[in-house]
């Protein structure tokens, strides 16, 4: 493993591990979803996003999740649109015909939200799943929603969706060292729902896991900047850890596990 020699005050120089360092860049929004209700698509997240892509002039999309089943050429479109209000031109994934090279050079991704089954079914058969994260790790800004989110933690196994595909792994990226339960929601007895509660599904998953799970509420997000993690947005964020009562982080607070 490569090392680099890295200089200390009073000349004294220590070494390095390359890799390490490279991992310490990251650079990462992990959303709950891309549109709050009655709002506008990724407008809650536009400050943050342009934080996120200061310096950048485009990023690469990656449609695979298709919202609704619709196409990838539309899904880049709507993406599109919101990016080209902050200066930022969008291409997608989906038209690179050596999308590995594509992931290696872009300066940035977005990855939208949709099937999480579907997304990660693709990536992997691409080989394209280790490829985004090595460059993501090396510091390239990475925004996912929802299941674009998803990806980001350990494994897809406590997404909400339905397994409308069947993927080679549930293993993903792994940029954050817990899993993340997107558009998470808090029981609601008043609607007399007699099925599980999200909560009941991510106990479930704990007898059976020992991953800490993040239920990003609508308008949450968490953001990564080196080794640094915080969870962000309008409301409290649920962390759920195995053997533990679940507990609220408020917004601005570091995630630590």
């Known amino acids: 493993m490569p090392l680099l020699f890295c200089f200390k005050p009073y000349g004294k120089i220590v070494f390095c591990n390359f890799a390490i ?37 485009t990023i690469v999309f990656v449609p695979f999740a298709r919202p609704g089943g619709i196409s990838h050429d539309e899904y880049t479109a709507k993406a599109s649109e919101f990016f080209s209000g902050i200066g930022i031109n969008v291409v997608g994934l989906h038209t690179f015909d050596n999308k590995v090279e594509a992931i290696k050079n872009a300066q940035g991704f977005f990855t939208g939200g949709g099937n999480t089954f579907l997304l990660v079914k693709e990536l992997h058969e691409a080989g394209l799943m280790a490829a985004l994260k090595a460059v993501v790790e090396s510091g390239t800004p990475y925004m996912g929603a929802s299941a674009g989110s998803n990806i980001g933690g350990m494994n897809m196994r406590t997404t909400n969706d339905m397994p409308i595909v069947y993927p080679p792994s549930f293993d993903t990226m792994g940029l954050v060292p817990f899993n993340l339960n997107p558009h998470y929601l808090d029981p609601q007895p008043e609607l007399k729902h007699n099925g599980e509660t999200r909560e009941t599904r991510i106990r479930e998953f704990h007898t059976q896991n020992t991953i800490p799970v993040v239920g990003l509420r609508e308008g949450n997000w968490i953001r990564v900047k080196g080794d640094k993690i915080s969870v962000e947005g309008s409301e409290s964020t649920r962390i759920f850890e195995a053997g533990k009562d679940p507990y609220e982080l408020p917004s601005g607070a570091p995630l630590n596990f």
């Open 21 to 57: 360092i490279k991992r310490n860049m990251k650079n990462i929004v992990l959303a709950s979803t891309s549109t709050l209700y009655g709002g506008q698509y990724l407008d809650y997240l536009k400050d943050t996003i342009s934080e996120l892509f200061a310096g950048v002039d």
